[in-house]
Structures are given as structure tokens and as C-alpha cells.
């Protein structure tokens, strides 16, 4: 999961109220329920110490949610009475919650907001194809290509003139499925679609994948559907699950097979929570795993303004520069987080790729695959 978009909440310091808010059916009371909702939430960070301006901040943004499209619902990021960030969910939270703690709680984004593959649907027949964009919140139209529209049939006769009408029908085809590849891998470029889903016929499925440049065909997924309706909502679920389910344990193995150290000793993965906080410290994450379940996720670590100041052990935080009166205790997850969105890298929840492996992985929730230059 690329973390850019969660800077603005590490250009200010905390303690920050983190919210998470799923979105509710369309009702006559949806107007009531939010007002609950929006009451419920703000109770609790002011219980939790959050200061009477952020609390309002979130209870007005929450009570909005009504007139919001999103499906699933929205989280929301408050500090000093202004909600900075409200990044809209993939997943609905499994209940409201609310969070006021020194970091920004982001580490249920990993699954709720987390990996969101847009598919592109090509629907083919022998005249060409038309494309629809569909992702966790919603379709839309993607365009169409026309190819050749005479001939395409053949016929069942066996004389010279008609093999010769024959080959000319092959030809139509062949020229067709083409035009639909080269047009299909257009649209991917332009709207960066993580799978392309080929539905129609097997003939023509088959025809346009072989003519799909090399790079693309590890996204293809093909729907034995034929091109005239639009593909069910379960079955891009389906297909946009299982995408998400073997990037996961994809990186799973990557994880694995990096712990082993390299020529120069030095292992190309760690999970160890002290290894884990020394790496953050010197920029050498690569990638961050999380279980969400997992015991590391919610220890304790010590952490300053600065997202380079992170120590399994208070006094460690010395040795940094920092007073001891700067030092405030954050969860393991949210303090490593915070420090690979500041360096760039990416992370993910390894939660799809349960029962894939024979032990949970990373033993304790957190793991991290290295960088060394």
C-alpha cells in the first residue's frame, strides 16, 4: 500500500483523535443514525482527554457522512479543533471507533483502506470490445473499440470461392482481436488498472490475451461470461480477493526468503521488534509487514517529535538528543508507520494470506524487508 497520501498527518505534532466510521444503508433515520454516530464517537475522544475543539471538529464531520456516497464508509484525522485528513474505506470497519493517542492510529488502514485493485473489464466479442473501470467503489465506462465489421461468420460450404471467403473471415477476426489488445493496453497505461478481466467467448478471450503485450499478461484474468451483460459485482470481487490474497502471501515468501543473510551477512528481512526499530532509525525499511492480530503490533515504544526518534527503551531516546520530557509512548505499529511514510516506503497487511503458510507470519505482527544502499 503506497503511504503518500498520509504526510499531512506527520506535519504536526500530536496527540491526534483518529476515527473510523462505516457507512450505514440508505434509510429515513440515516440522518438520525449519523447524529448517534457522530454523538458516540465524539463521547469517546473526550473521555479518551481529546480537547473540546477537536471533538466538535470530528461530531460535525461525522454527522456530514449523510450526505456522503462512499460505501464503506470514511476514517477521519483531527488534531487542534480541524480534521486534516478523511481518506474514504475499502472495507467497513468491523464497529465505530474512536482513538486520541500521541500518533495518528493509521494502522487499520492496512485493511480498510488498504489494497483497492481497480479492474479493467474488457467485454469482447468478433466486432471489438468495450471497456468498464470497476473497484471497490463502483464502474464506469471506459471506452470501446470497433474493429472490422464485415465478414465475420463463416459458412459451411466447401468450394474454392467459400475456403477463400474463410480465410478472409479468420483474417477479420485476427485483425479485430488486435485492435482490441492494442486498445486494452492503452487503457491500462492511462488508468494504471491493476487486472484486466477478458470476458466473452473463449475464441475471442483467447485471441485478444495472446496478442496482449508480455508485461500485461500476469493481470489478466479471464470470465467465461459471454460479452453481452455486465459482469456480476461478486465476480470482480471475486477476482479483486484473490489478487489481493497472493500479492499477500506473495510478500509473505519474499519475507521468508529474505530473513537469510546475504554474502556480507546481513539479512535482507527482520521481525525482531529492537531490529525492527534500529532499521526504521537508519531509513532501511523497504517494505513493512503487518499482522494486524499479532502481539508486537500493540507494544509500547518510545517516540519523539521527529520520526527518526523511536526507542524500544526509553533512555534510548538520550542518546538521540531528546529530553526525557519530549518522550511519549505510542503502539509499535503506528510509530513504524509513521516512519516509512516519511522515507517513502510501502506497507502492507499480510491478513489476506491467512492459512497460505503453515505458521503465523511475522511471528509477533511486524516484519520488514530491508534496504542496504
Known amino acids: 500500500m503506497d503511504l503518500a497520501f498520509l504526510h499531512p498527518l506527520y506535519e504536526h505534532p500530536g496527540p491526534w483523535a483518529s476515527v473510523y466510521v462505516g457507512s450505514s444503508a440508505p434509510s429515513e433515520s440515516m440522518a438520525h443514525e449519523r447524529s448517534l454516530t457522530a454523538a458516540a464517537v465524539s463521547h469517546e475522544l473526550a473521555e479518551q482527554g481529546a480537547d473540546e475543539a477537536t471533538c466538535r ?6 454527522e456530514e457522512l449523510r450526505h456522503d456516497a462512499e ?3 470514511r476514517a477521519f484525522f483531527a488534531r487542534d479543533g480541524q480534521v486534516v485528513l478523511d481518506p474514504p474505506l475499502t472495507s467497513p470497519p468491523p464497529a465505530n471507533q474512536a482513538f486520541w493517542s500521541p500518533l495518528p492510529r493509521t494502522a ?5 483502506a488498504g489494497e483497492d485493485p481497480v479492474c479493467l473489464v474488457a467485454y469482447v466479442d468478433r466486432r471489438g470490445a468495450r471497456f468498464e473501470l470497476r473497484g471497490a467503489l463502483g464502474g464506469e465506462d471506459a471506452g470501446a473499440v470497433a474493429g472490422r465489421q464485415w465478414p465475420l461468420h463463416r459458412t459451411s460450404t466447401a468450394d474454392w470461392s467459400e475456403r477463400h471467403f474463410q480465410l478472409r473471415v479468420e483474417n477479420t477476426w485476427e485483425h479485430n482481436a488486435a485492435e482490441v ?17 477478458l470476458v466473452g467467448e473463449d475464441r475471442e478471450r483467447h485471441a485478444v490475451r495472446d496478442r496482449l503485450p508480455q508485461p500485461l499478461l500476469d493481470r489478466v484474468v479471464e470470465a467465461p461470461h459471454g460479452a453481452g451483460s455486465r459482469l456480476l459485482d461478486e465476480d ?7 489478487h489481493v490474497r497472493r500479492r499477500a502471501t506473495d510478500e509473505i515468501e519474499r519475507f521468508l526468503a529474505a530473513r537469510s543473510p546475504d554474502a556480507e551477512g546481513r539479512p535482507g528481512a527482520v521481525e525482531d521488534v529492537a531490529e525492527l526499530v534500529e532499521a526504521a532509525r537508519e531509513h532501511r525499511i523497504d517494505e513493512l509487514l503487518v499482522r494486524p492480530e499479532g502481539p508486537d503490533t500493540h507494544r509500547a515504544l518510545w517516540v519523539g517529535e521527529d520520526p527518526d526518534q523511536l526507542a524500544v527503551r526509553r533512555t534510548e531516546l538520550r542518546t538521540l538528543g531528546l529530553a526525557e520530557d519530549h518522550v511519549l509512548s ?10 516509512v511514510v516519511t522515507t517513502g516506503a510501502p506497507a502492507i497487511s499480510v491478513t489476506a494470506a491467512a492459512g497460505a503458510t503453515e505458521r503465523e507470519v511475522p511471528v509477533g505482527g511486524l516484519g520488514a524487508l530491508l534496504r542496504w544502499k
Open 71 to 73: 460505501p464503506h464508509g
Open 57 to 62: 471538529a470530528v461530531h460535525r464531520a461525522v
Open 181 to 197: 489488445a492494442d486498445a486494452l493496453a492503452v487503457c491500462q497505461e492511462e488508468t494504471r488498472a491493476d487486472l484486466l478481466i
Open 330 to 339: 505510542a503502539r509499535a505499529d503506528d510509530a513504524l508507520l509513521r516512519s
Open 236 to 242: 470482480v470481487e471475486r477476482v479483486r480477493a484473490e
Open 108 to 112: 487499520p488502514l492496512l485493511e480498510l
